[in-house]
């Protein structure tokens, strides 16, 4: 093995690195001195290889240039210096036809005669600036001394350079490789924001997918025996809120409602964890008629050290028609709201206890409450009622229920009437939070 | 969202929140807010009566400092809460966690304690 040679490595995959940028530097002998002092293989390589990075950058940019021109002297120049600078070069003596090749979408740049008769530089530039596939060619204007005034109008109608007959070839090399690094930084560009909007539209068809799936999972409004209807707006594109209703048996109506703290992607899977729990009625040892056995063992199952430091409110109410009493609990969630016929002022159905996931073991203490004929029952994340009125004043809880018993007694709510009401009432600003909404007529 | 410090010394720590603790406030403040109960493993006064609105991701900061501090048998006390602000935290049940004061002294002599 000579020592200037990298090691390659057993199965003889590696490429050898030359010692020529050692010597391209050092000179011969000074580069074998260079070399000995870095004894490993391993260390040599990397050496050469940070030698080598300037030569690198010094590299031939290639390019397949058209070159459109009526003057056969020109033509020629132009092609045998392009050429020996390495790019493909190809030639047309008339306009139209020259569109025609950079239509076929293999050129990456133009040299156009700023006088060609068959179409001249302004009339190019117009055209292919209106064309999608033809407007990110560059174009360099080959003009005489005399056209400065036409060079002009087109360096302001897109035209990329200009080089002026006869041609200085030094200048032309430098102004060619300058548009040709430009266009190559404007390609890089355009595949990365290609990549960035493909990324986007795949992150956007899974939130929606993933929305769609949330959604999913909440029950249909439904109008027997007792009509419920909702509204639910996630601020994202994923809520962290989600609730639903069911009949455990023929006297238990449970209705449910939890709010994750924060929303988006993280908050919408630890809401559908837990949502399909109280859905499916699955959890040991917990008696999903009793809001206390829920809430306790839904704390237990949930402590946000393992869902990610999320924690969720829930109320869980239980409605039992044979009494017509609602029993219920809340972790941390807000009241809801009861507005029963002739009493000005809605009934808070508010209940102890700690946010579920805040604390292992956390009590909670159930409460009941008789539900009259005609009553209606609002359940609603905070969401609804957290507000900044235009004032900048934070509108309150007292003020949403007086909002609720103002509403008509006797036809359905009108809930996109309600949801439009809150907008408004947060000063038509975006709302921060999710936003859901229960109703129920009993 | 703003955090300044009234006090520290070996017993405790004293701060200030103003502003409103929401996403975005907490944002802003929760390394710090952290740095200064938490981390430090001292009883906290935590004056909240700058603070006109507490949202879910506030009560998350609140609930991990005090959690914290009460595993190092340490207390975090919230001082002055505005009756909005109070709402929210007595619908959380936080109050399990956090002990609330509207007295400044009361709330010094709970962090000594």
Known sequence: MKETDATPDPAGKRPRVARRPLDQLFGESEAKEASKRVRSSVGRQLFEFVLEQPAAKQATISGRLLIVDNDQLSRDILSRNLKREGYTVESETDGPRAIERLGEGKFDLVLW???????????????????????????????????????????EAGAEDYLSKPFNPALLKARIRGCMERKALRDQEQRLLATIKTQQERLTSELNEASAYLRSLLPAPVTEPYPID?????????????????????????????????????????????????????????????????????????????????????WYGVYQPSTRTMTYGSGGHPPALLVIPGEPTPKKLAARGMMIGGMPGSRYVAQSSEIPPGSRLFLFCDGAYELTCADGRAYTLDEFAALLAK????????????????????????????LSLITIQF | MELNLIHSDDTYTHIALVGKLDVGGVGEIENKFLGYTAARKKSAVVDISGVNFLGSMGLRILLDAAKTLNREKKKLILLAPQPLVNEVLDASGIGDVVAIETDPAAAVALAQA
């Open chain 1, 113 to 155: 005669e700023v006088g060609l008769p068959t179409l001249n530089g302004l009339d190019l530039l117009t055209r292919i600036k209106k064309d999608g596939a033809l407007q990110h060619i560059p174009v360099v204007l080959l003009s005489e001394q005399a056209e400065t005034e036409n060079v002009i109008r087109c360096i």
């Open chain 1, 407 to 434: 509403l008509p007694p006797n036809i359905p709510v009108d809930l996109d009437a309600l949801v439009a009401q809150i907008r408004t009432l947060n000063d038509s600003k975006p709302l921060d939070d999710d």
């Open chain 1, 230 to 314: 909702w509204r639910f707006i996630p601020s994202s594109e994923l809520g962290g809120d989600s609730f639903g209703y069911r009949w455990i048996d023929d006297d238990h109506f449970a209705l449910y409602l939890l709010d994750v703290c924060g929303h988006g992607v993280g908050a919408a899977l630890l809401s559908v964890a837990a949502l399909n729990v109280l859905r499916s009625g699955a959890m040991h040892d917990t008696d999903f008629c009793n809001p206390e056995s829920v809430l306790k063992a839904m704390n237990r199952s949930f402590q946000m050290e393992e869902q990610n430091n999320r924690y969720f409110t829930l």
